[in-house]
């Protein structure tokens, strides 16, 4: 098409293939415009309306060549392609080198820096690390190596055992610390907190889906009663959630004639948006059948047609409340407005530590991380907030920095806030819902019977 690229694809249906190729599409950067899905009778078709993250149709023969290898060739070739071209921050390429550690808890003021400082004091080095903090709830996954042997993976039962003890007694000053084990792709096998990373579970689920699943492990859809009773307190990610224009709406009913219950999201647009949704339906359990995905003035629409496993729709209303809860939520964790700091200094042992340390010693949290190391420099992307809710006072930050951080660092401060319109937009799109229940209400008055 003259303003997006049109990817179609035919398959044998099974459970999980909407959100693999969703992930696809997701991990090259892509823009999901707009979707139909539909996956009865045991076959799936998927079209979607894909951009590039400068909102233009795509161009490089090369990305096209990777979409087309990844979806339709084996697990190993698709992960190659990933790998050239895809967003190397949530997908590292030496994830079979280092040991991956998770940890979910009760978040507080500079959790994420009392948990860097004390990896940097148990001589780890953090190669690669993610948090996700949500309604007073925190999860990391972190890559580390051996500082010791040279940057080696920490294989000993020792060691491993004095790294989870110390790193449980930084948890274990909140309500619900948690050290939680890698699960292997048969989901079967746990490892007590830490695994050796291997490509095999490199390809089932990414960093994002496991920080989505650690964060709904710990129930990050609740509202802390903390929270609720202070209004100045707020969740992360619902600063504006009074605001019409930005409220995050999730309604569910019930087709009785197909046995569907058909999720209506209306929410404002972003990047990962789809996979963040999707992802969340496929953990929770649930099949999507159909669905529909549109975008209209920086607001997204989402209709999903699902069921349980066994085949149900949802039948109760507690049942209904907690998918509705789950997908805001979903939606809300990955939002983090405020001021993003973009870090680029040589990498040491220690250095995180130092830099969230400086951020504490100003007053500042850390509200979402994404850390990565390229060659011998350490790329940090943090969201930071007020501890007290005052502004951010950059210009004293950046001076303390450039004292505590020997050698040259590049530090790039951008303001998250945007501000969002006071109405929604009008509703322009098909819904397939509507038009099954238009239709199903004709067959009722006519009796035409359904071939």
């Not at 004390?118 to 780890?124: E, N, R």
């Not at 500082?147 to 449980?168: K, M, Q, Y």
Request: glycine residues 6%.
């Amino acid at each position: 098409m003259e303003t997006c690229t049109v990817v179609k694809v035919d398959s044998v249906n099974k459970q999980g293939l909407l959100l693999e190729v969703v992930q696809i599409l997701t991990d090259l950067n892509l823009t999901i415009s707009k979707g139909y899905i539909s996956s009865d009778a045991g076959w799936f078709i998927d079209v979607f309306h894909v951009k590039d993250v400068h909102g233009n149709k795509l161009r490089d023969q090369n990305i096209i060549n990777a979409i087309q290898q990844a979806i339709g060739t084996a697990r190993g070739n698709r992960a190659k392609a990933k790998s050239t071209y895809s967003n190397k921050i949530y997908r590292p390429e030496y994830q079979n080198e280092h040991t991956a550690v998770e940890m979910t808890g009760k978040d507080r003021p500079g959790l994420f820096s009392e948990i860097s400082a004390a990896l940097a004091d148990l001589h780890c080095n953090i190669v690669e690390a993610h948090a996700w903090s949500h309604n007073d709830r925190l999860a990391c996954v972190a890559y580390i190596s051996d500082h010791e042997s040279s940057g080696t993976p920490i294989d000993d039962p020792d060691r491993l055992a004095t790294i989870e003890d110390h790193l449980s007694t930084v948890l274990r000053a909140t309500a619900i610390p948690s050290l939680i084990g890698s699960i292997q792709t048969n989901q079967q096998e746990v490892k007590a907190g830490f695994l050796e990373g291997s490509e095999e579970g490199t390809n089932m689920t990414n960093v994002e889906r496991r920080l989505h699943q650690l964060m709904l492990s710990v129930r990050d859809f609740e509202v802390p009663s903390v929270l609720s009773s202070f209004p100045t307190m707020k969740p992360t990610g619902s600063e504006d959630s009074d605001d019409e224009g930005r409220k995050t709406v999730v309604k569910i009913e019930r087709c009785d004639q197909k046995r569907y219950s058909i999720v209506n999201i209306e929410c404002k647009d972003r990047p990962r948006l789809m996979f963040d949704t999707v992802c969340t339906l496929t953990d929770m359990q649930y099949m999507i059948f159909h669905a529909s995905i549109s975008s209209d003035k920086g607001y997204a629409f989402q209709e999903y047609f699902i069921r349980h496993l066994d085949g149900c729709a949802l039948d109760t209303e507690s049942e209904k409340e907690r998918v509705i809860k789950c997908l805001e939520a979903a939606i809300e964790r990955r939002v983090c407005e405020g001021v993003r700091l973009e870090l680029c200094a040589d990498n040491r042992v220690g250095l995180l530590s130092d830099i969230t340390r400086v951020l504490r010693e100003n007053g500042l949290t850390v509200v979402r991380a994404d850390v990565a190391t390229q060659g011998e420099k350490a790329v940090n992307a943090l969201y930071v907030r007020d501890i007290s809710g005052n502004e951010v006072d950059m210009v004293t930050f950046a001076e303390s920095m450039k004292k505590e951080i020997m050698g040259p660092i590049a530090l790039q401060v951008k303001n998250e806030t945007k501000g969002s319109p006071s109405t929604s937009p009008e509703r322009s799109r098909l819904s397939l819902g509507d038009m099954l229940k238009s239709h199903l209400e004709r067959l009722s008055h006519n009796f035409i019977p359904i071939k």
